[in-house]
């Protein structure tokens, strides 16, 4: 079965993110939930990371006002996966995917910069799951695969860094604002995945539950492809969060001077 270790290789995740964003621009402050540390402050990284963890628990109910969209779970309306080595080549497309677990996220650490205006932050999700409806089109070696179903892929003790850049901006209005450049997540660490697709192989049961018991046994090769795509998928919802929230808040209010 070392051939099928190539299914799944190569996946490239592709995040749409719509119909989330929608309000005008007027906050000026920091969320009420999130004190603001000044940029200053001998200790700002243990500020920093105080007030994270603070916010991190109300952050993920969603805030209107700030555009940040529910967190617990996060829908994300199209969600892809496009895979294609040689004689194999799968699509998967979820509609309303939903990332559980976020919620769980723990602030481990970070490292702010002010001068080189750069950040690095580390944190520890437990348990995540994507889960929703999928369509899958393709070929497992010489086996067509059409199938739709419910599906959840689950990883669990995932360790990641979050590393961003930020210029300022000055905006209409006469003040400067942060805007977040270079986002990149590495996945540290990933303690177990798991995977299950129903009525993949068009509800073929037996080829189907073949595939989902090789996919699980087979966990750790599959996280090399897998885990970096979940990993990306909660960094680009970490990043639509610090995006939405500096777009509206000048830079002052977010660091205080
Ligand atoms: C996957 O989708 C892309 C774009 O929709 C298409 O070009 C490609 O042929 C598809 N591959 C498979 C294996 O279905
Ligand atoms: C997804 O799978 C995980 C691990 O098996 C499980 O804990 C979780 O409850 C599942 N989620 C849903 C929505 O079925």
Not at 21 to 39: E, F, Q
Not at 89 to 115: P, S
Not at 207 to 218: P, R
């Amino acid at each position: 079965m070392d051939t099928h270790r190539e299914v799944l290789a190569g996946l490239l995740l592709v995040l749409a993110m719509t119909a989330i964003l929608n309000v005008p621009a007027s906050a000026i402050k920091l969320p009420p939930y999130v004190t603001a540390c000044s940029r200053s402050d001998p200790k700002l990284n243990e500020c920093v990371l105080q007030n994270g963890r603070n916010a991190i628990p109300i952050v993920i109910k969603g805030d209107p006002k700030y555009r940040v969209p529910k967190l617990n779970p996060m829908v994300i309306p199209e969600l892809q996966l496009q895979q294609g080595t040689g004689s194999v080549g799968l699509n998967i497309t979820w509609k309303n995917a939903e990332i559980h677990g976020i919620k769980d996220t723990e602030f481990l650490d970070v490292d702010m910069n002010v001068e080189k205006r750069h950040i690095k932050m580390h944190f520890f999700l437990p348990k995540v799951s994507i889960t929703g409806a999928y369509t899958a089109t393709g070929r497992v070696l010489l086996l067509p695969v059409t199938g739709s179903g419910p599906s959840n892929i689950t990883v669990e003790n995932m360790k990641i860094s979050y590393d961003i850049d930020w210029n300022l901006v000055k905006k209409a209005n006469g003040k400067e604002y942060l805007d977040v450049t270079n986002p990149m997540l590495t996945l540290l660490d990933l303690g177990h995945l798991s995977m299950k697709f129903e009525r993949i192989f068009n509800g073929d049961k037996l080829l189907g539950d073949n595939l989902n018991t090789f996919l699980n046994e087979n966990w750790k090769d599959l996280a090399k492809e897998f885990g970096p795509g979940v990993a990306d998928a909660i960094g680009q919802v970490f990043g639509l969060v610090l995006k939405n929230i500096c777009d509206l808040v000048p830079y002052d209010n977010v660091l205080k001077p």
